[in-house]
């Protein structure tokens, strides 16, 4: 590894508070990333207009290279060099790269891409990311093949593959999100399930608002969706075909139901349940709909999460006396508390990387979103508003979203994302007005 690409190393450790972070390249080349004082100073990329190799695709090719752009400068970690800053393009997808005009324009990374349309509605879209400085490509040149229908998705899989390589880490642009989309006075709010690309494109809503729903969450293959909804007259949890927009009741219990999360391997579901005015936890099965009580303490315990090996479920619980964070046997058992700081905390979700919980936490009349180690070690509150809530992890556990409310009578949710050092906050604004956000995994 060169001196440089240590460098570049030490900014994504620095960013992303981690040891060991490395930069995915297969020809080392002079990554120069300056830190001053904390301050992150995003790498410089170009992406010069996309070749069109067929007619048709005109149109597209600007647009797909307009989502690769907003999805890499989206990250913080990385800065676009705009059209009228470049000297030259890229007129042919196969030329020799003019590498002396990129590095006046003080490019580091370049990304080339072509894209042509074929009978039937086929969409071709090729990519290759270069060092500009070591004048050398990083890895190869990659082919995507789908539909100018998904033409959105296949500029993600672009951003995904040119992030992964330039950071070491897995991506998260090719991903769902499925939330509480909300419209209305604030004392008569109409909620509806409602699904989304990352970004807030490709909004959908899945179900009416005749009913008050709460708390989607995504199943593991991102096939399914559980969430808390109403209809009854009281809350229960039920199950959604996302390819069928079917649903039913998830399990016969009686008194209320709420807030399910699937386990790892989409086999169990564990929810809280209220029964003779005391709630607690319970696991229930997919396929046989036993249910089995996980909790007995005399308090409310709610908001369950599994760990991602399937052995552990983080939770909230008052047994203390107020809300505060515990973990839990997947079997139930003793539980160890986790929060111990001031204030408040609840809606513990389990990172996909297994080392962090994050949380929302109340103190002082003011709302945090955190994220603490499993070991209740190094605590960081990473938002404070007049209302966070409800943190969702992306598939490679850098970024939460989440929902922010504004106070007043007109207040309204929007969701937010954050990444776990607390940069980069910013409102996904397409979304419109939203809450309870779950996130899906990276999608094949």
């Known amino acids: 590894m060169t001196v440089s690409q240590k ?31 904390g301050v992150i100073e995003p790498m410089p990329f170009a992406v010069p ?17 307009a989502v690769v752009i907003a999805d890499l400068v989206g990250t913080g970690l990385f800065r676009d060099i705009p059209r009228n800053a470049q000297i030259s393009g890229i007129s ?7 590498f002396s005009d990129w590095k006046a324009v003080n490019a580091q990374a370049l990304i080339t891409g072509a894209v042509s349309t074929q009978s039937g509605g086929q969409l071709v879209v090729k990519f290759r990311l270069f060092d500009v400085f070591a004048q050398a490509p990083l890895g190869e040149g990659l082919r995507f093949v789908g539909t100018t229908q998904d033409w959105r998705r296949m500029a993600h899989k672009v951003a995904d593959a040119v992030y992964a390589r330039l950071t070491g880490e897995s991506a998260y642009f090719d991903s769902k999100v499925v939330f509480v989309s909300e419209s209305g006075p604030k004392n008569a709010r109409n909620k509806r399930l409602a699904i989304m690309d990352y970004d807030g494109a490709n ?5 009416d608002d005749r ?23 009281s809350p229960r949890a039920f199950l959604l075909d996302l390819s069928t927009l079917k649903r039913k009741a998830l399990a016969e219990l009686p008194g209320m139901s709420f807030a399910p999360r699937f386990s790892p391997d989409g086999q169990n579901v564990v929810m809280s349940a209220s029964l003779s005015g005391n709630t607690d936890i319970y696991m229930v099965n997919l396929q046989s709909l036993q249910a089995t009580r996980l909790t007995t303490a005399p308090s409310i315990e709610t908001a369950p999460s599994f760990s991602p090996d399937s052995q552990q479920i983080v939770f909230e ?25 001031e204030g408040r905390y609840g809606t513990p979700v389990w990172s996909p990387r297994g080392d962090l919980v994050a949380f929302t936490k109340i103190n002082q009349g003011r709302f945090h979103i955190g994220v603490i180690r499993l070991d209740g070690s190094e605590e960081r509150l990473l938002t404070s508003s007049f209302l966070d809530e409800g943190p969702t992890w992306s598939p ?5 979203m989440f929902f922010r409310e504004t106070p007043g009578a007109n207040g309204a949710p929007s969701l937010y994302s954050v990444d776990i050092t607390g940069r980069n906050l910013k409102k996904v604004s397409a979304a419109g007005n939203g809450s309870d956000p779950s996130w899906s995994r990276l999608r094949e």
Not at 49 to 59: G, L, M, N, Q, R
Not at 203 to 207: A, D
């Open 7 to 37: 460098a570049f190393s030490l900014f994504l450790a620095a960013f992303f508070g981690l040891a060991g972070f490395h930069v995915s390249a297969q020809t080392p080349g002079p990554l120069k990333i300056e830190i001053t004082e």
């Open 49 to 65: 207009a996309f070749v069109a190799e067929t007619v048709s695709a005109k149109d597209l090719s600007e647009d797909l290279a």
């Open 92 to 98: 042919n997808f196969d030329s020799p790269i003019q």
């Open 203 to 207: 909004l959908q809503n899945l179900t």
């Open 211 to 233: 009913s008050i729903v709460l708390a989607p969450r995504f199943s593991p293959d991102a096939t399914k969706v559980l969430y808390t909804s109403y209809e009854t007259g």
């Open 317 to 341: 619980s008052d047994r203390s006396g107020n809300q505060q964070i515990y973990v839990m046997p997947a079997s139930g058992g003793e539980a160890r508390r986790l929060s111990f700081g």
């Open 396 to 400: 490679n556990g850098r970024v939460l």
